[in-house]
């Protein structure tokens, strides 16, 4: 209960207010008595929040990315790592701060921000990957169960379709490589495709030359775990893998490796370039993905088969094709162009860009 300050300050502060954390008595001097009775019947932190009071923004980011470094691709991990750097550089935002003292409105200017200096697809990015970190901390670093973040609604962002090459188009940026072995990672593309990263971790085990397959690895779900598939391909792939490796240093494991013999990460402008140079439109590593299966589903392939040969990873997808692993499934190869179809004029090959609606993995 509200007193009469009888000390040396008591014509400053004559009230004095008390309470006990505990069984300690804890007293404190206010101007008016209404502040001290306010003070009084303050509702004190539960031990669970005093124990997030002491968690830090910048602790919590640093936690979750040593989580997300172990369990994600590297592509994932720099994702979230981005995310977390663009929320501490905006104004308002104090990493020493307390999570506890993180608001929804706060938040939402952090990432009202991104909209501005970035687009609106990255703030919804970075709003994802920063829900999905709070969720993470709510578990094991006693975060406020109210997840800020979840809180702030999605930012209008533009869709752009992704472009899909012609065949036609694929052939002239085959034919424009110079390098052996670039050329056979564009082709491996095609015959599989595969995602960018698949390839890139390719090795010489993943390679069965007597059955004619290759093993593709992934780790592209929400608890990062591994996963790998054998796809059978076409002949002359088998063969000119079988060349490459005969002229490939014996030593190293990787299928394609850069000048300086070590696998690659990105090649992030690589097609880009090959592209302005055979003067077609830009397409990606992704884009081959979709030509892959537009070319299936063009030749009548049943939808279920190219979804197994694509290894979606939702849960409708990978239930029908776990069914599938103890098939070869070969029969739908022949759909896919050869080496041979590279040569023939382009009024041979197809001229118009495949539009069918196949919905792949990203």
Request: with cysteine; charged share 30%.
């Given at each position: 209960?509200?007193?009469?300050?009888?000390?040396?300050?008591?014509?400053?502060?004559?009230?004095?207010?008390?309470?006990?954390?505990?069984?300690?008595?804890?007293?404190?001097?206010?101007?008016?008595?209404?502040?001290?009775?306010?003070?009084?019947?303050?509702?004190?932190?539960?031990?669970?929040?005093?124990?997030?009071?002491?968690?830090?923004?910048?602790?919590?980011?640093?936690?979750?990315?040593?989580?997300?470094?172990?369990?994600?691709?590297?592509?994932?991990?720099?994702?979230?790592?981005?995310?977390?750097?663009?929320?501490?550089?905006?104004?308002?935002?104090?990493?020493?701060?307390?999570?506890?003292?993180?608001?929804?409105?706060?938040?939402?200017?952090?990432?009202?921000?991104?909209?501005?200096?970035?687009?609106?697809?990255?703030?919804?990015?970075?709003?994802?990957?920063?829900?999905?970190?709070?969720?993470?901390?709510?578990?094991?670093?006693?975060?406020?169960?109210?997840?800020?973040?979840?809180?702030?609604?999605?930012?209008?962002?533009?869709?752009?379709?992704?472009?899909?090459?012609?065949?036609?188009?694929?052939?002239?940026?085959?034919?424009?490589?110079?390098?052996?072995?670039?050329?056979?990672?564009?082709?491996?593309?095609?015959?599989?495709?595969?995602?960018?990263?698949?390839?890139?971790?390719?090795?010489?085990?993943?390679?069965?030359?007597?059955?004619?397959?290759?093993?593709?690895?992934?780790?592209?779900?929400?608890?990062?775990?591994?996963?790998?598939?054998?796809?059978?391909?076409?002949?002359?792939?088998?063969?000119?893998?079988?060349?490459?490796?005969?002229?490939?240093?014996?030593?190293?494991?990787?299928?394609?490796?850069?000048?300086?013999?070590?696998?690659?990460?990105?090649?992030?402008?690589?097609?880009?370039?090959?592209?302005?140079?055979?003067?077609?439109?830009?397409?990606?590593?992704?884009?081959?993905?979709?030509?892959?299966?537009?070319?299936?589903?063009?030749?009548?392939?049943?939808l279920v088969e190219i979804q197994f040969m694509l290894r979606h990873t939702s849960l409708a997808t990978t239930q029908r094709y776990i069914h599938r692993l103890k098939k070869e499934n070969r029969e739908v190869l022949a759909a896919l162009p050869g080496l041979t179809d590279s040569e023939k004029s382009t009024s041979e090959v197809h001229?118009?860009?495949?539009?069918?609606?196949?919905?792949?993995?990203?």
């Amino acid at each position: 209960m509200a007193y009469k300050n009888s000390n040396k300050n008591k014509d400053k502060f004559p009230w004095m207010g008390q309470r006990f954390i505990g069984k300690k008595k804890v007293r404190k001097c206010f101007e008016t008595k209404k502040e001290a009775l306010l003070w009084e019947s303050e509702r004190l932190p539960s031990p669970a929040e005093q124990k997030t009071l002491t968690v830090s923004l910048l602790e919590w980011a640093t936690e979750y990315l040593k989580h997300a470094e172990q369990n994600f691709t590297r592509k994932t991990f720099d994702e979230k790592r981005i995310a977390f750097r663009q929320f501490f550089s905006c104004l308002g935002i104090r990493p020493t701060g307390s999570v506890h003292l993180l608001t929804a409105y706060q938040a939402q200017k952090a990432l009202q921000t991104q909209t501005t200096a970035r687009s609106g697809n990255a703030a919804n990015k970075d709003r994802k990957n920063l829900s999905a970190a709070w969720s993470w901390g709510v578990k094991f670093l006693q975060l406020p169960e109210l997840n800020p973040f979840s809180k702030v609604e999605k930012f209008a962002s533009e869709r752009h379709e992704r472009h899909i090459p012609t065949l036609d188009d694929f052939w002239k940026v085959f034919h424009t490589v110079e390098d052996d072995q670039d050329k056979l990672m564009l082709y491996c593309y095609l015959q599989t495709g595969a995602r960018r990263d698949e390839v890139f971790r390719l090795t010489w085990p993943d390679v069965d030359f007597f059955r004619k397959r290759i093993r593709l690895s992934w780790r592209k779900n929400k608890i990062g775990e591994w996963r790998s598939q054998w796809v059978s391909v076409k002949d002359d792939l088998i063969e000119w893998l079988l060349r490459h490796r005969k002229k490939s240093n014996a030593s190293l494991d990787n299928v394609f490796v850069s000048y300086r013999s070590l696998p690659y990460e990105y090649r992030q402008h690589w097609l880009k370039i090959l592209c302005e140079k055979a003067g077609v439109e830009p397409f990606g590593f992704h884009g081959i993905r979709h030509l892959f299966a537009s070319i299936l589903a063009a030749e009548n392939v049943p939808l279920v088969e190219i979804q197994f040969m694509l290894r979606h990873t939702s849960l409708a997808t990978t239930q029908r094709y776990i069914h599938r692993l103890k098939k070869e499934n070969r029969e739908v190869l022949a759909a896919l162009p050869g080496l041979t179809d590279s040569e023939k004029s382009t009024s041979e090959v197809h001229q118009q860009p495949f539009r069918s609606v196949v919905h792949s993995a990203n």
